[in-house]
């Protein structure tokens, strides 16, 4: 009697738990000049004006890849790739350094 809606109560517990909270992107500029715009994925993301030695705000961001293209304030296009994992959450941050080389770091 009792045993059907214990079951229920797992399996909805069960669900809650296992579902990830996501993960947080923001851009981190160490580019030699500032960054305009940065758009990741089909606009799923932009980044508006990143000053050079700082950093954007987190926004959240689901799983899957995107593609990412910078375009710096003289109008320098780079673009990279970035894959956000299913499982797990968390920030990450995506960084541009002074050679144009793009990293993604786990915070």
């Known amino acids: 009697m009792w045993v059907k809606p ?3 109560f797992l ?3 069960f669900l809650l738990c296992s579902c990830d909270k996501g993960y947080d992107l923001r851009f981190t500029n ?5 960054m305009d715009s940065v758009i990741v994925g089909a606009n799923v ?7 050079t030695q700082s950093s954007s705000a987190f ?3 689901k799983k899957g890849t995107y593609g990412v293209t910078c375009i710096s ?3 320098k296009h780079f673009t990279t790739e970035i894959t956000i994992p299913s499982k797990g959450s968390g920030q ?7 050679l144009a080389s793009f990293v993604l770091l786990e915070e």
């Open 45 to 51: 993301l932009v980044f508006t004006n990143v000053e």
């Open 30 to 34: 160490y580019y030699l000049e500032p």
């Open 6 to 8: 214990y079951i229920s």
């Open 11 to 13: 399996f909805v517990l």
């Open 92 to 98: 990450r941050s995506l960084q541009i350094d002074g």
């Open 59 to 61: 926004m959240s961001i």
């Open 73 to 75: 304030k003289s109008k």
